[in-house]
Each structure stands twice: as structure tokens, then as C-alpha cells.
């Protein structure tokens, strides 16, 4: 009887055991180390070292440095050899078993004495272990756990591509993306977008974001002194937990709650019928099993010309008619602009209110659509309109294109298509595609911006001008931010586009919904290293710039850009499929290509 209780005993202490370990996995205070990068190694390891002992002192689970943290070939004056590396690594490996503590950091290093310098990432686990080792852009690493928490790594640029930066997320569940960044990291330059990269990466999978990034004394290509900096811990729905701009050789340590860490839009993006084969092959990919390779892709080829793009910021009434007459009166407006194409919000038709969009028959919607195209085969321009529209006998979020000639060239059915109480999702990536005057398009609508893969595997195939139309109001300035941020995130595919969003409709007699305007129309131009080109009203060299921009009042904006026959972002331009290809698994290169063929693919309902 006494060994029956023992039994008893044990098996509830081990219940309570495993409880444990839950609660604990659902916390992890995380160190992040902001640095200057020294000219010597020897002085960049005592960092290090110093640094990994105070985020002991804290309790930490997990430190994270920059990426070169340890050794920046391009600023020493050591001339330390790949030896010398190596013998660094192994002190911070042991440093790590040591203090009992995960240590993520950068270096310089070199696959062999005479090779080129390359940046290098490791993680070590709190025994010492090697949980990464990877050379930037070449290796795609796999999540790892810390404290039960499911992490992945990112070094700086490699943040752009979905294979770093989505994919282990999506399919490998993972919590905490760390980015080790080099440059601008945070602050991308421009302080009052502080953080775009990594705000609405947080929204769209779900999970925390954490950069760490050097500051830099010297004056950046933009006239900044000091640049870098930027360091920051974003939870799962966007805002910062804690940050840090300019500050040199500091350290925040912070305790994160990964129950926040939801993934939910992560889930909805994997299971999704057209891009999950694209997910599921990039998770073979990833734990390196063999994939049969993608159909081989031309991407579109585009006329090269002037293309005048009218964004008509308008104010969305309860009644349709209004609606339509104020949509026919910006169309005649934007033609006496010259414009080639105007772009009207998502909804413009009914506005925003569930009960309207209900209420709005389909004979309505076809009579607007046939008086919208009517005038715009009069002003001779194209169109693009949001309504709610029947396909395959659901209700659909839909964007109408409409062409010079009065009629429907595409209609496309939002696929991120969160309202579930009044819309069904799209099942076309096909019936994004159009074309204004011989340029290659998409466009997109509202929540669409968090799928940011529908954007890249566009570009890859040959997107060059991209139309994001939304209905968007703000509860704060800071929410504002963040929703710039993410448009201006989707649209970095394109070469120029435009953003249009509803304006605020709280002077009209009968307002739909509250909306925040701010429409752009943007471009991508200029880039690293490179100052700010001309007519460009605000200048984001990583991402797309804005050429013209709207407050929240009714207007319409426009600008003019010169079109290329090639996206530089294509399959057959782009450097890093270059890099795919000459991976040790090069079925990265199949990856994409198979996804930029899915953006022409549509769903039988």
C-alpha cells in the first residue's frame, strides 16, 4: 500500500513537472545587445563576453548580438585570420555552456584561409552546442528551440526572402524570428518609419519579431550621424515591447509571453488551396528532403512607356447613388489629368458597413458597374473600383478593372478575405492579373497586404505595376504607422503602383464607415548606397518610396513613371535566384518558380 501511494505520488509530481515545463515555455526573457562594432576582435570578444555574463545576472534564457558582432572584416585593422575566428567562436561557444545561456551572434568569417571574407550566424545553446551555423544568404537555416520556444534565425538582408523570413513560421511553427542586422536594421534611414521592416512581419505571421543592430559613427549615404541602431523586441500584433534608437553598447532584457505568439494568420496563409503547395514544398526544402522540380516560367515581358496613375481618395456615403456619382465625377477629373489609369478604394461603391454591403443587390452592383464603365469608355481611362460582387454563388470582397473601352478586364475576389460573416474568400490568383496599356498588373485588396507572398511570387513572374485598393480607419497614430508601413512592405515587389484608401467620410450627410486615408502612389527606386532620386516626396531606399501621399480629407493624387519591359525582381533578374540556384540545395530555385506559377492559378469552388 505504501509503494502504491509512492507511485501515486511520483506520477503527480510529474504531472506537475510537465506543467511546469508548460508554463515555462510560455515565457523567455530575452537579452538583446545593441553594440558599436570595434576595429579589433580581441576587443569585440570581451564585448561579447561581458555582455552574455550581464544578461546572466538578469535571468536571461536567450542573448542576442548583431550580425558581425564579433568580427566586421570591412572595419578592422587586425587583419585577424579565418584561425583567429574560429578560435573567437569557440570562446563564445564555451562562454555560452558556461553561463548557462543561448547566445545568437554574427561574425565575419571565411569557409577556408583563402576565400573571400562572408558573413557567418551562429546560435549556441546553453551547453555550448551548435544549434545554427550559416553563412549568410547561402544556407537556409531551420527553427531551433529555446526553453521549449520555437525560434528561427535571419541575418540583415536576408529578411526580404520568404524562405528566411516567412517560411519557418508557416510551416515549422516557430515563435521568436530573430533578425541579427549590420546597416540601417531598424531605422531604415528614416526615423518616423522606424522599424517597417518588422512591425507588420510580427502581424502577418504571428509571432515576435527581434532585431539586434549595430550603431554606426560615421555619416550613412543619407546624411544620418549616427545610423544604425534600432534595436527592438515587436510582439506578435505589432507594437514594441521595448526599444532602443542611437544608444551604443547597450543591453535590454526583457521577459516575452509566447501565448501571445498565436500564428493564427500564419495557419490561415499555409492551408490556403493556392499557395499551399508552395508552403509544403519550401517545408521539404527546409529539413532538406528532395522535391520534383517546378515547371519552367517566362516571366511577362512589359511595354515600356509613360503610365499616369490618378489615386482618388473618396469618402464612402451609405447611399449608392452617391457613391457612383462621385466615382463617375473623379473619373472625368483624372482624365482631365491625363491619367491612364484611376484606382478608388476597396468598397467604393457601398462603403464599409456590413449592413450595406448585404443590403446591396446584384442587379445593383451590375448597373453601377455598367454607368462606371460607360464613363469610362467616354474619358478613355481605366479603372479600378471595389464593390461587393456575386461569384460561384457567394459573396465576394471584389476588385473590378475596368478598361478604356468600357469593359471588365478582370474581377478579383479578395483572397485574405478575414470578414467571414460577409465574404468568402477568393480562390483566383489568375483574376489579379491585368494589363494597362501593355504593362503587366495586379491588384489586391485590404488584409491582402498581410500576404506578402502573393506580391513577391507576382514579382517573380513578371508584375511590374501593383494597386492595392483598401478601407482603413486608425484607433491611434501609431496604428496609422503600422498600417503605412505594411502597405508600403506589399508594394516593394512592384516597381510603381498605388495604395488608395477611403477617406474620411464624417462630412458627408450619410457616412459609411471611418477611414484613415493616407493613399500613396509609390516606386521603387533608388536603393543601397544610393542618395534619394528626383520627384520623390519621401525616400525609403530598402523598401518603395512615396512620389505623392494624401492625408485623410477626399482628394485624388497623381504622378507619372516610366515603365521597363522587366520587373528587376523577376526569375530570370534577380541576384538571389541567382544565389537559389547555386545553393547546396537547389531546389529553392524550383520553390519560387513553382510559386510564381501559382499567381496565375484559380480554384474550382
Not at 528551440?145 to 529578411?159: A, H, P, Q, Y
Not at 521592416?197 to 543619407?222: E, K, L, Q
Not at 508584375?463 to 485598393?469: Q, S, T
Request: proline share 4%; hydrophobic share 40%; aromatic share 8%.
Amino acid at each position: 500500500m505504501i509503494t502504491v501511494r509512492k507511485s501515486l505520488v511520483s506520477a503527480a509530481l510529474l504531472v506537475v513537472g510537465v506543467f511546469a515545463i508548460t508554463a515555462q515555455a510560455q515565457k523567455l526573457k530575452v537579452a538583446v545587445v545593441q553594440t558599436v562594432v570595434e576595429n579589433r576582435l580581441v576587443d569585440n570578444l570581451a564585448k561579447i563576453e561581458r555582455f552574455i555574463d550581464k544578461a546572466k545576472e538578469h535571468g536571461c534564457q536567450l542573448t542576442v548580438f548583431p550580425e558581425n558582432a564579433l568580427y566586421w572584416a570591412d572595419s578592422s585593422i587586425d587583419n585577424a585570420t579565418k584561425g583567429d575566428i574560429d578560435r573567437a567562436v569557440e570562446r563564445i561557444r564555451n562562454h555560452a555552456d558556461r553561463a548557462d545561456i543561448c547566445v545568437v551572434f554574427g561574425t565575419s568569417h571565411k569557409p577556408s584561409d583563402d576565400a573571400e571574407w562572408r558573413n557567418k550566424g551562429f546560435v549556441f545553446d546553453s551547453d555550448g552546442k551548435t544549434l545554427i551555423s550559416c553563412w549568410k544568404t547561402r544556407d537556409v537555416p531551420q527553427s531551433f528551440e529555446v526553453n521549449g520556444v520555437v525560434c528561427n534565425l535571419v541575418i540583415c538582408s536576408d529578411r526580404t526572402f520568404l524562405e528566411y523570413s516567412d517560411l519557418p513560421s508557416i510551416v515549422q511553427g516557430s515563435q521568436v524570428i530573430i533578425d541579427i542586422s549590420g546597416g540601417h536594421g531598424g531605422d531604415d534611414g528614416r526615423p518616423d518609419l522606424r522599424w517597417i521592416r518588422y512591425r507588420p512581419w510580427a502581424t502577418r505571421i504571428g509571432a515576435y519579431t527581434i532585431v539586434s543592430n549595430p550603431v554606426h559613427d560615421d555619416t550613412d549615404f543619407m546624411g544620418n550621424c549616427p545610423w544604425g541602431g534600432g534595436s527592438a523586441i515587436v510582439r506578435p500584433d505589432g507594437s514594441i515591447q521595448t526599444s532602443r534608437t542611437h544608444e551604443k553598447d547597450v543591453m535590454f532584457a526583457e521577459e516575452i509571453d509566447t501565448t501571445q505568439a498565436t500564428r493564427v494568420l500564419a495557419d490561415r496563409r499555409r492551408s490556403h488551396p493556392i499557395f499551399g503547395p508552395f508552403w509544403e514544398m519550401g517545408k521539404r526544402l527546409l529539413v532538406g528532403s528532395t522535391t520534383e522540380p517546378a515547371a519552367s516560367i517566362t516571366p511577362y515581358s512589359s511595354a515600356q512607356r509613360n503610365i499616369k496613375i490618378a489615386a482618388a481618395q473618396m469618402a464612402c456615403s451609405r447611399n449608392i447613388e452617391d457613391n457612383i456619382g462621385t466615382i463617375i465625377n473623379y473619373i472625368g477629373e483624372a482624365a482631365e489629368e491625363e491619367a491612364d489609369i484611376v484606382v478608388f478604394p476597396e468598397l467604393a461603391v457601398t462603403g464599409y458597413l456590413k449592413d450595406d454591403i448585404l443590403a446591396a443587390s446584384q442587379p445593383a452592383m451590375d448597373q453601377a458597374l455598367t454607368r462606371i464603365g460607360d464613363q469610362a469608355k467616354a474619358k478613355g481611362i481605366y479603372v479600378v473600383v471595389g464593390m461587393p460582387y456575386d461569384v460561384a454563388g457567394a459573396r465576394r470582397n471584389c476588385a473590378l478593372v475596368i478598361g478604356d473601352d468600357g469593359q471588365v478586364k478582370t474581377r478579383y475576389a479578395q483572397i485574405a478575405a478575414n470578414r467571414r460573416d460577409v465574404f468568402a474568400p477568393g480562390l483566383s490568383a489568375r483574376a489579379m492579373w491585368f494589363t494597362v496599356k501593355g504593362v503587366h498588373a495586379i491588384v489586391t485588396i485590404g488584409d491582402d497586404a498581410d500576404w506578402v507572398e502573393i506580391a513577391d511570387l507576382a514579382a517573380n513572374r513578371g508584375m511590374y505595376l501593383h494597386f492595392h485598393i483598401s478601407y482603413q480607419s486608425d484607433a491611434s497614430a501609431d496604428e496609422a504607422v503600422v498600417r503605412k508601413q505594411r502597405n508600403l512592405l506589399m508594394l516593394r515587389y512592384a516597381k510603381y503602383g498605388a495604395v488608395v484608401n477611403a477617406a474620411d467620410p464624417s462630412d458627408l450627410p450619410n457616412p459609411s464607415s471611418a477611414a484613415g486615408g493616407a493613399s500613396m502612389i509609390v516606386s521603387r527606386q533608388g536603393g543601397h548606397e544610393q542618395p534619394a532620386p528626383a520627384g520623390i516626396e519621401y525616400y525609403l531606399p530598402y523598401q518603395t518610396s512615396i512620389v505623392k501621399s494624401a492625408a485623410a480629407a477626399e482628394t485624388i493624387v497623381c504622378a507619372t513613371r516610366r515603365t521597363a519591359r522587366r520587373n528587376d525582381l523577376d526569375l530570370d533578374r534577380h541576384f538571389r535566384n541567382r544565389n537559389r540556384r547555386s545553393r547546396p540545395q537547389p531546389g529553392w530555385y524550383d520553390w519560387i518558380t513553382l510559386g510564381a506559377g501559382l499567381t496565375t492559378e484559380e480554384i474550382e469552388p
